[in-house]
């Protein structure tokens, strides 16, 4: 009997692990600190986590972006110029299903910061966006300058150098998927179609998330 | 006994039908799969997997018509990049191809590939016709 009841404790112990513990979720990226607060005269320690500071750039329409234009909004951000020979081509080939998908959700918005503002002007920015097909105000081509540019880069935690002896710049391909909170959720290889295909089901996972619901 | 013989007949026999591809045949095959190796780690980035291109942004090698018109230039396009305006499937482009810095027998396979991959279907471009068509680069 004993020996009965210890294996129901345990199927019971087992069958309960394996339930699903609520919606999905994505993870939170970046470094976090604990913060010690006083909340009705007890003490909490909550967690503050990094978020993309601040910024001030010009999109395709030579209109000033900030990061108030992306509040309420998910949003990935990517780094490329367009005249790049190497992995813009794909990168964008692939951002452009994440824009196809996304394009009627105002509260989506895709940023490329162009790494070359000197030759990527906003009027080549402009032509660029035309010859992509794409229109409206969920993709954003970024211009600032270059101080600014490769400072926003460091809180996505993504790689771009000035060019390299054969006159290339030195970027990486990844691109950040940021929250209403301005909190780096996710990043994705932009040369892979597979992990294109995880950035729009996260996106449609963070989108469902309680606390993104409620953001404004 | 027996059937160990009849299995070496047989395998004579698929042996000496695969030997029938022509020279020529075995040329293409050749110069095709090189030039698909060298395509994906050259061409495909810009040109896509299926040679679809990238928008107006960058031209598709889907134009059998424009392949076969301008086949003498194509080893010079590689040789020395392209730029200005050209029509491609009835859409205009006027980006920059970069330098490439294949050898010719490399642009000899990937040309080959190119222009038989995508519905494209030219025959072999060897080596020695790159070699007449690099000497007559404007």
């Not at chain 1, 892979?192 to 996260?202: G, H, N, R």
């Amino acid at each position: 009997m004993r020996k009965l009841i210890g294996t129901l404790v345990i199927i019971i112990t087992l069958y309960s692990a394996c339930k699903p513990n609520g919606p999905a979720t994505l993870p939170i990226l970046g470094n976090r600190q604990p913060v010690i607060k006083t909340v009705n005269g007890k003490t909490v320690t909550d967690t503050v986590y990094s978020t993309i500071p601040d910024f001030k750039f010009v999109n395709q329409y030579a209109d000033t972006i900030t990061g108030k234009s992306l509040n309420g909004k998910i949003y990935v951000a990517d780094f490329f110029f367009t005249t790049c020979p190497s992995i813009c081509p794909v990168m964008h080939r692939n951002m452009l299903n994440v824009y196809k998908e996304f394009k009627a959700d105002d509260n989506f918005r895709i940023i490329s910061h162009t790494i070359d503002p000197k030759y990527d002007t906003v009027p080549v920015l402009k032509k660029y966006a035309d010859k992509m097909g794409i229109s409206g105000n969920t993709w954003w081509l970024l211009h600032g300058t270059k101080d600014e540019t490769y400072q926003i880069a460091k809180n996505y935690l993504v790689s771009v150098q000035e060019k390299n002896p054969q006159g290339e710049y030195i970027h990486d391909g990844y691109f950040i998927l940021v929250d209403k909170q301005k909190r780096l959720r996710g990043t994705y290889d932009g040369t892979d179609p597979a992990e294109i295909t995880k950035l729009i089901a996260d996106i449609k996972t963070l989108k469902a998330e309680p606390d993104e619901v409620v953001a404004k | 006994m027996r059937s160990g013989f009849i299995i070496s007949i047989g395998l004579l026999l698929v042996a000496l039908i695969a030997s029938c591809q022509s020279d020529e045949q075995v040329e293409f095959n050749r110069y095709y799969s090189g030039g698909s190796v060298l395509y994906l780690a050259h061409c495909q980035n810009c040109h896509g997997e299926k040679g679809e291109g990238l928008q107006a942004l960058i031209p598709p090698l889907t134009d059998s018509t424009y392949l076969k018109k301008n086949k003498a230039s194509l080893a010079c396009y590689l040789k020395n990049g392209l730029k200005g305006q050209i029509t491609i499937a009835g859409r205009t482009f006027e980006g920059e191809m970069p330098v490439s810095d294949l050898s010719p027998l490399e642009m000899a396979k990937v040309l080959t590939y190119v222009t038989n991959s995508f519905g494209n279907k030219a025959g072999v471009v060897n080596l020695q016709q790159v070699q007449v068509d690099l000497q007559k680069c404007r």
